[in-house]
């Protein structure tokens, strides 16, 4: 079974850091391009990041909200994705879900595999 | 950036009912749109890619057209497991703009 699960969330003080994992299992987690998308409490989706796959170079794309504060890294021999929150701020918080892309092509790239998501409250 | 509407914001129907949700995107974006449907306290659900293209599993009764800047996803006939929250997601440039939801709840 393709499957993404998400660890690491939880309280942290405003300008506190935390990491996220993603782990991915069913599927060549290296041939895709990943995605994180948050949701903050009774709100809609925002798009956080992307990070390309090994052919692609692992480049990065970030929404301007978390640019400079947020990094989104891979270890394709751990199947395994990361995000990087510093400088946390009270409107950070929301569940933090990991979405696979359904391929690379241009336009063709949906999120076709998510994890459960898992809450991370930026508070004092 | 570009910027997506859905609307209606909410919606109220009754099971068997056909409905339909609109996204209009703030520029042209071909037909790189993408739908997904989501239940309280879970993930969301991809439903539509490419405007029109039904993902591996999704019932036949859903369905999306457009292209440019006015997309519908439509359900024909709707069944119980279908209300939820939907959004419309470009896939046309960064970032990844999401809709600001539609909720189909139960007439």
């Known amino acids: 079974e393709e499957q993404l699960v998400e660890s690491g969330g939880g309280l942290v003080q405003p300008g506190g850091s935390l990491r996220l994992s993603c782990a991915a299992s069913?599927?060549?987690?290296?041939?895709?391009?990943m995605d994180w998308v948050r949701q903050a409490p009774g709100k809609g989706l925002e798009w956080v990041g992307r990070?390309?796959?090994?052919?692609?170079?692992?480049?990065?794309e970030y929404a301007a909200s978390v640019k400079g504060r947020f990094t989104i890294s891979r270890e394709d021999s751990e199947n395994s994705l990361y995000l990087q929150m510093n400088s946390l701020k009270t409107e950070d918080t929301a569940v933090y879900y990991c979405?696979?892309?359904?391929?690379?092509?241009?336009?063709?790239?949906?999120?076709?595999?998510w994890g459960q998501g898992t809450m991370v409250t930026v508070s004092s | 950036d570009i910027q997506l509407t859905q609307s209606p914001s909410f919606l109220s129907a009754s099971v068997g009912d056909r409905v339909s949700i609109a996204c209009r995107a703030s520029q042209g974006i071909s037909s790189y749109l993408a739908w997904y449907q989501q239940k309280p306290g879970k993930a969301p659900k991809l439903l539509i890619y490419?405007?029109?293209t039904l993902q591996s599993g999704v019932p036949s009764r859903f369905s999306g057209s457009g292209s440019g800047t006015e997309f519908t996803l439509a359900i024909s006939s709707l069944q119980p497991e279908d209300f939820a929250t939907y959004y419309c997601?470009?896939?046309?440039?960064?970032?990844?703009?999401f809709g600001q939801g539609t909720i189909v709840e139960i007439k």
């Open positions: 997601q470009h896939l046309n440039g960064y970032p990844r703009t």
């Open positions: 990070i390309r796959n090994k052919a692609n170079r692992y480049t990065t």
């Open positions: 490419a405007a029109s």
């Open positions: 979405a696979r892309t359904y391929s690379s092509s241009w336009g063709l790239d949906p999120f076709d595999i």
């Open positions: 069913g599927f060549s987690f290296s041939d895709h391009y």
